[in-house]
């Protein structure tokens, strides 16, 4: 299995000087430590010896996990280790295989809204990314818009904005 953080540091709740800078500089974040537990929890019960965990996005209300190796194993049969996972976390959880595209990774995050088109604009304040949903798709987002539009940033850029019509 493969996390975030260190096979040790994984396995119990003390993060040795390595996984802390990493922590400290924000190259990972404490959902990343939390689930990397999990995973290590569940290891044996949900044989998830092969699984590759990158990285976790806090949504809210809504959690997502990337993984790069198959998503079937993280989901579990019967979709019984993303269940397990959402009980401890509290949070939804959507695992998704990960991708290097951003606007493909936005994509699998607003399921099951589909954007109607993505276009780069240019205004006064210099070039916008506009990510356009239909109004009437606005109640059927995943979580809520706080947390979408900073997932948007950190994936996006700041340039990027929501817009609804
Ligand atoms: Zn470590």
């Known amino acids: 299995m493969q996390t975030p953080v260190c096979e040790l540091c994984a396995a119990t709740n003390y993060l040795c000087s390595g996984c802390q800078a990493k922590l400290a500089d924000g ?27 990158d990285r976790a996005l806090d949504l809210g209300r809504m959690a997502i996990i990337l993984t790069s190796s198959d998503v079937s194993h993280l989901v579990g049969r019967g979709g019984k280790t ?3 996972l959402s009980k401890e976390l509290g949070k939804r959880v959507r695992v998704v295989h990960s991708t290097t595209d951003s606007r493909a990774l936005l994509e699998q995050i607003l399921l099951p809204v589909k954007p109607t088109g993505v276009n780069t604009v240019f205004t006064q304040k210099g070039k916008q990314l506009k990510v356009r949903i239909s109004r009437n798709d606005v109640v059927h987002l995943p ?12 994936l996006l850029g700041d340039n990027a904005v929501l817009v609804f019509e």
């Open 27 to 53: 190259r990972i974040t404490e959902l990343d430590v939390q689930v990397a537990h999990l995973l290590s929890k569940y290891k044996e019960k949900f044989a998830l010896q092969k699984v590759q965990f």
């Open 82 to 84: 993303a269940q397990a």
């Open 143 to 154: 979580t809520d818009l706080d947390s979408i539009n900073r997932v948007l940033h950190s």
